[in-house]
């Protein structure tokens, strides 16, 4: 993942489970054609609210999969060489936005 630092050079991370999650976003990829091919065939609505829901949860899960890994290497990080404050900063920001 690249991302521009506060002096607008790119930052690389490695993300340590990325085949795990790519395998679960491959999953979900899937699930998500599922609910169009559901809609497209006029399946029950709970039905397909059910999968949405999967779906839903499915994300999340990867999202806290990516959190936690930013928390124990990005935020631990930037706290070890004092930066801390500004990645405390950004990962509540992340934490507001996913709780919603």
Do not use: W
């Not at 928390?71 to 404050?85: D, L, M, N, P, Y």
């Amino acid at each position: 993942m690249k991302r521009p630092d506060a002096g607008g050079a790119a930052k690389h991370v490695v993300q340590p489970h990325k085949l795990s999650l790519l395998k679960r976003l491959n999953r979900i990829e899937g699930q998500v054609r599922g609910v169009a091919r559901m809609i497209q065939d006029d399946r029950y609505c709970v039905d397909v609210i059910t999968q949405l829901t999967a779906a839903r949860a499915a994300l999340d899960a990867v999202a806290l999969r990516l959190l936690e890994d930013h928390t124990q290497g990005c935020v631990q990080s930037a706290i070890r060489s004092g930066r801390g404050e500004h990645a405390i900063g950004e990962l509540m920001q992340v934490v507001r936005k996913f709780s919603r």
